[in-house]
């Protein structure tokens, strides 16, 4: 099979020509789509001498069941499906996951949601489900998201309003696109002091805030705008949470995945299939709209990683692997 992969420590990803996954007790899948993330080159970032190696890029997979295992009594080959592919990577025509291992959470594809809109949910889609429940994210409260154009910000938007919250966004340039996700109100970071705007403009404080940008010295000042009693999320391990206690702000570092990725992160609490089905249906009831920015072919991996890596991609990108 063709896939984008590392073969051994120090080389760059390149397409490669490896052997379809044996997998034995999992599910087989033949992948249609892979959606990108920010966390794929991340991880290859992040590779030792100990890694498995071939090691297949990305996570987030749409494609058919090709393989049923032995007991497996709920789905059936032909069936489509959409997750994450932790052990086998998704940047390939085919790959694996194991049902029941939290960390490979997948769920059916609504007839109504395409193989590529699929691929585009999981990783940033759990993330922000995930985000707004440990928040307590309900109708009323004042959120806001800040990095709120981005592939997780983006669903963060569209699923808290379509809980009745009042949504703030703040953006870098994207002022018109967050409009269109429905955040109320939108500031630009390259024309104004955020911080200094929403105090003014919130002067008692917002209930929550999804800080999906902001570094250790900077998200201190986020506490400026909370209310006593709200909560804070990091995306990137970069909150406090003694000292954001002490300001009687709850704070969580949320790791991307199923398990921290640092011993400052907590849990994901929608990395599971229930929460992949739930964000499906969001989808194709039209609560949320998957905005896909960039389409390549397997063979278009490596530069599109490159340009999302500058920060040169707008809206989500996907990875045709098969028809």
């Known amino acids: 099979m063709r896939a984008f992969a590392v073969r051994s420590l120090r080389e760059p990803p390149a397409l490669q020509d490896l052997p379809i996954p044996a997998a034995n007790g999992a599910l087989l899948i033949r992948t249609t789509h892979a959606g990108v993330n920010p966390f794929d080159y991340k991880l290859v970032d992040q590779l030792t001498a100990t890694s498995r190696y071939p090691f297949v890029l990305g996570v987030d997979f749409a494609g058919v069941v090709e393989r049923v295992p032995a007991g497996e009594r709920d789905l059936r080959t032909g069936e489509r499906i959409f997750g994450i592919a932790r052990t086998y990577g998704s940047y390939a025509e085919y790959t694996a996951v194991a049902p029941g291992v939290r ?62 919250a009042h949504v703030i966004a703040t953006v870098r340039g994207d002022v018109d696109e967050a409009r269109r996700l429905g955040a109320e109100e939108v500031y630009d970071t390259n024309t104004v002091d955020v911080i200094d705007a929403l105090r003014g403009a919130h002067p008692g404080g917002v209930d929550a805030v999804l800080d ?3 570094r250790k010295d900077a998200i201190r000042r986020d506490a400026d705008i909370i209310k006593a009693g709200g909560a804070l999320i990091s995306t990137v391990y970069a909150a406090d949470v003694p000292w954001f206690a002490e300001r009687h702000i709850t704070a969580y570092n949320m790791s991307s995945g199923a398990t921290s990725d640092s011993a400052a992160a907590h849990t994901n609490p929608a990395t599971s299939p229930r929460a992949l089905s739930q964000i499906a249906h969001m989808l194709s ?32 990108a996907v990875i045709r692997i098969s028809p």
């Open 103 to 164: 960390i490979e959470p997948f769920a059916r594809i609504p007839e109504a949601v395409t193989d590529e809109q699929a691929a585009a949910l999981p990783m940033p889609g759990t993330t922000a489900l995930g985000s707004l429940k440990l928040m307590r994210v309900t109708a009323g409260q004042r959120v806001v998201v800040m990095g709120a154009t981005g592939g997780v910000g983006g669903y963060a938007v569209q699923m808290a309003r379509a809980r009745g």
């Open 212 to 214: 999906l940008v902001n």
């Open 285 to 316: 009831s039209g609560a949320i709209t998957a905005r896909i920015g960039s389409r390549v072919g397997l063979d278009g991996a490596g530069e599109l990683l490159e340009t999302l890596r500058k920060g040169g991609l707008q809206g989500k």
